[in-house]
């Protein structure tokens, strides 16, 4: 199985990281793509990278909950030094969260669409997040249609319409622990989307799955979202963990 979202840096874990990361291997978890948020976290994420070569894969990216006005050109900045230097898999986790700071829209749309056309210049897919902002994410991707843009809408959790049009627009599904809420909702409709459009992730330490929800979440839990996409598809596990897997490092080109 692969962990497309997973914060191993943060420092939720610092007391147990390295234990935390061998059950997620016990369980069959064996590559981790790190998303990153800000400078203030970068260097601590790209350690593990050099702790861990053949398991984590990291990514470079402003949080649209980072980009604030008195940093996010400084910032940004910063993301793009990172590119120029190195590979990385993905320009991530950017996008707009309308959740916590309605005022910052249109630094956040700004943000986001340089990272767009940095992962067209660099040929990398991007990971979105959204947070009650679908109409408005969708705008810019509509705006910045590119045959090289493509990636994950991260932590998804909006509606059958939404998932479609992301679809249609070059980009596959995160499924984390929402999809073994009972108010998660997208367990209702997901069965009608194709498994070749699906990646599995637990944003941990956030988004645990039941029977965890509201505790610390950790990379071993997507054994739990695996299972439950079992019960929907009506499949087998290794079905479910064989076609994520190939979507996965497909996207990523690992």
Same mark, same amino acid.
């Given at each position: ?78 993301? /793009? #030094? ?8 993905? $320009?991530?986790?950017?996008? %707009?969260? !309308?959740?916590? &700071? ?79 809420? /009972? #108010? ?8 009608? $989307?194709?498994?070749?459009? %699906?990646? !599995?992730?637990? &944003? ?51």
């Amino acid at each position: 199985m692969i962990d497309t979202h997973t914060h191993l840096y943060s420092d939720q874990f610092d007391d147990d990281r390295a234990e935390m990361i061998q059950r997620a291997l016990d369980k069959g978890v064996d590559k981790f793509f790190l998303p990153a948020i800000d400078s203030e976290t970068h260097q601590k994420m790209l350690l593990l990278e050099t702790e861990y070569p053949d398991n984590i894969f990291t990514m470079m990216g402003l949080h649209p909950c980072s980009v604030q006005p008195e940093s996010w050109e400084r910032e940004l900045q910063i993301v /793009k #030094n990172y590119i120029d230097q190195r590979p990385f898999a993905a $320009i991530g986790e950017i996008g %707009i969260d !309308l959740y916590w &700071d309605k005022l910052t829209l249109d630094i956040q749309i700004k943000a986001f669409e340089q990272q767009i056309d940095w992962a067209i210049e660099k040929d990398l897919p991007i990971v979105i997040h959204t947070r009650e902002s679908f109409d408005e994410t969708f705008e810019v991707l509509e705006r910045k249609k590119h045959p090289k843009l493509r990636g994950i809408f991260h932590c998804f959790s909006g509606n059958l319409e939404q998932a479609n049009h992301a679809i249609d627009l070059q980009f596959i599904l995160g499924i984390g622990g929402v999809v073994t809420f /009972k #108010n998660g909702k997208i367990d209702q409709f997901l069965k009608e $989307i194709p498994l070749s459009k %699906i990646v !599995l992730e637990t &944003d941990s330490p956030y988004l645990a799955p039941v029977p965890f929800r509201g505790k610390r979440n950790e990379s071993a839990y997507v054994e739990l979202v695996a299972g439950k996409l079992v019960d929907i598809y009506k499949t087998d596990f290794s079905e479910i963990d064989r076609i994520t897997t190939e979507n996965a490092l497909n996207l990523f080109k690992i």
